[in-house]
Each structure stands twice: as C-alpha cells, then as structure tokens.
T-cell receptor, first 115, second 114 residues
Framework: EAQVTQNPRYLITVTGKKLTVTCSQN?????MSWYRQDPGLGLRQIYY???????DKGDVPEGYKVSRKEKRNFPLILESPSPNQTSLYFC??????????????FGPGTRLTVL | GNSVTQMEGPVTLSEEAFLTINCTYT??????LFWYVQYPGEGLQLLLK?????DKGSNKGFEATYRKETTSFHLEKGSVQVSDSAVYFC?????????????FGQGTRLTINP
C-alpha cells in the first residue's frame, strides 16, 4: 500500500531532551516536507527536501533540523525541544519537486507535547 | 507573499443541507489551488484541485471553481452527509516559488448533525 508513515504517533517529552520524529514514504517521491499544525494557523511548513541531500527552510524552521540521506526517509530532529514546539506535526511527500499541481500525500501525524 | 484566507468556523449544518466554505487567495504568479480534508485522527488527504483559471475541481459531490477575477476557490456541496464532518483546508501552490510549497488557510471545521 502506498503511504507515508510517521513514528511515533504520540510523544510527551520534557524541555531540552533531544528527539527525532521519523517519516518514510514508499512511493519513490522526490519531494518531502514537514508541517506543523496549530489551532487557528492552519499548516505551516518547517523544512522541505527537493531530493536526496537537498533540503531547505520553510516558514518556521527555528528549533528544527532535518536530513535526507535516502530518498524514502526524512526525519525531523528537535535538538532541544521547548514548550512552544508542542504541536501536531505532519510529513508529506510528492512525486516531483517542481510541479506545483502535484498532489501531496500526508502521513497520519505526530502529536508532540513538550513539558 | 502568498496567502490563503478561509471563512472562520466552526460550521454546523443539518444533514442534506447545502454547504459553502469560502476561500480567497493572494499569489504573485498563477497558482494551483487545492482543497484538502482532514477526518478526525487522520492526516490530510486531497479532496479536489484546479490548476488554471475557470477550471472546476470535483470529487465525492464537492465542487470548487478557480475564479481568477475574484481570486477565489469556494468549496460547495449540494447535500451534506454526517460522514462529511471534518476539517477542510484551502491551499495554493505557486510555481513562481520554484519548489512545490503549499500555503494553507487556517482550516474550517465542519460538523453535520443527523
């Protein structure tokens, strides 16, 4: 089944404890992206990747890191989480990076709480 | 910069009512427009899209027409069902920006009562 998977689905952690949220897609997609969803703000892009070893900042990159060593994986790293990073996070992928009309496929989401 | 504005929710309707969720946008180029739907506890999934002016996207009884003159992409459905209860997001992707970046509206929560 074609899908985007994220792990973990739920995570409660404490301020300053490094964490990684994994994202994997099995559709051989070029483009991958991370968004955070907050009430009243919709989804905002954190980082995106056009292909392996090519990543760039989105609208809200502060406090996050990413890497794209393999085409299928795009982990999101919080080196020192803070309470303002409490949010619902979505990974998404798309077949081609530069076609604006392509559909993006979303993972099920990771709900992160930082105490 | 690019932006999307949706009507504020929540919206509550009775089954079989007519639905309109307004969406307007601001973009520098000629964007593609999308409606995504998020059912409870799930990720977003594409509902419909339109890639140029006057295109109409449709799926599952929902429709939206790309209106360049009014910079709008309103979502409509003639007769809603309880199963349509979800959060709906309007979004655009602007090719001028190069990469395929989606800009989302704030989302509209729709509840349909039996």
């Amino acid at each position: 089944e074609a899908q985007v998977t994220q792990n973990p689905r739920y995570l409660i952690t404490v301020t300053g404890k490094k964490l990684t949220v994994t994202c994997s897609q099995n559709m051989n997609h070029e483009y991958m992206s991370w968004y955070r969803q907050d009430p009243g703000l919709g989804l905002r892009q954190i980082y995106y990747s056009m292909n392996v070893e090519v990543t760039d900042k989105g609208d809200v990159p502060e406090g996050y890191k990413v890497s794209r060593k393999e085409k299928r994986n795009f982990p999101l790293i919080l080196e020192s989480p803070s309470p303002n990073q409490t949010s619902l996070y979505f990974c998404a992928s798309s077949l081609r990076a530069v076609l604006s009309y392509n559909e993006q496929f979303f993972g099920p989401g990771t709900r992160l709480t930082v105490l | 910069g690019n932006s999307v504005t949706q009507m504020e929710g929540p919206v509550t309707l009775s089954e079989e009512a007519f639905l309109t969720i307004n969406c307007t946008y601001t973009a520098t180029g000629y964007p593609s427009l999308f409606w995504y739907v998020q059912y409870p506890g799930e990720g977003l999934q594409l509902l419909l899209k339109a890639t140029k002016a006057d295109d109409k996207g449709s799926n599952k009884g929902f429709e939206a027409t790309y209106r360049k003159e009014t910079t709008s992409f309103h979502l409509e459905k003639g007769s809603v069902q309880v199963s349509d209860s979800a959060v709906y997001f309007c979004a655009l992707s602007d090719p001028v920006q190069g990469a395929q970046k989606l800009v989302f509206g704030q989302g509209t929560r729709l509840t349909i009562n039996p």
